[in-house]
Every structure is written in C-alpha cells, then in structure tokens.
C-alpha cells in the first residue's frame, strides 16, 4: 500500500503484494511491459526511500524513461520531498548524446538541479 500511497500516479495500475508476489492488475510484475516495470521498480525505490534512516532514493537507468515517465518521476520525487517524505532523489541517466538535451523538460521542474558530467576525450 505504501507505494500505492506515495507513487501511485506513476503506476498504471495500483500494485499488491499477493501470495509473496508484486502485481500489477492482477498479473505478476515480471509479465509487465519494461515501461510499467521501471515505474513499478522506481516507486518501490521511493517507498523503501521513505522509511529509510537516510531518506534517499537512487534511481538508475533514468534514461530509458520516456519523456512523460521522466517528469512523473521527478515530480512525484519533489512533492515526497516538500512534505517530508524523502530528503532527496537522485538519478543517474546515461546520456545517448547532449544530455542536457534529453533532460531539458525535468530541469524545469522546481527544485531541480541537473548535474552533467561529460566523458574526457582519451587521447
């Protein structure tokens, strides 16, 4: 219920432990699409970050969110945040190319910081 009650606007369904199993709709999650998994797998990650001592989430491969998932995420993370629920979220996203680029709409969101490191040219 937990994830339902924090990240239940990422979900395409309400999620429920049944019979020692995550489901979505009533199917089991390894039966999801990969984009309904990574929505499921992001808002398990906030719940567990939210009862944590260090209520931090780390939230990888952020870039195989679409657009929509990415701002969900990031906006559900903020609102946690500003009613003390999580201290804070971070996401690691590989960038294909300009990555400020792909992440252009989730800098816009208050509160958002977008950290970019570039890979040094080996010579």
């Known amino acids: 219920d937990r994830v339902n009650d924090l990240a239940g606007s990422l979900l395409p369904s309400p999620a429920r432990y049944i019979d020692g199993e995550i489901r979505l709709a009533g199917w089991?999650?390894?039966?999801?699409?990969?984009?309904?998994?990574?929505?499921?797998?992001?808002?398990?990650?906030?719940?567990?970050?939210?009862?944590?001592?260090?209520?931090?989430?780390?939230?990888?491969?952020?870039?195989?969110?679409?657009?929509?998932?990415?701002?969900?995420?990031?906006?559900?993370?903020?609102?946690?945040?500003?009613?003390?629920?999580?201290d804070q979220m971070v996401v690691v996203h590989v960038a294909q190319q300009d990555g400020a680029g792909e992440l252009a709409e989730v800098s816009k969101i208050e509160g958002v910081k977008v950290i970019q490191c570039n890979k040094k040219e080996s010579k």
């Open 28 to 86: 089991p999650h390894r039966t999801a699409s990969d984009s309904e998994k990574l929505a499921l797998y992001a808002g398990i990650c906030l719940a567990f970050a939210s009862t944590a001592q260090i209520r931090v989430a780390v939230i990888g491969r952020f870039e195989s969110f679409d657009n929509v998932g990415k701002v969900k995420l990031v906006e559900t993370a903020a609102r946690l945040v500003n009613e003390g629920k999580l």
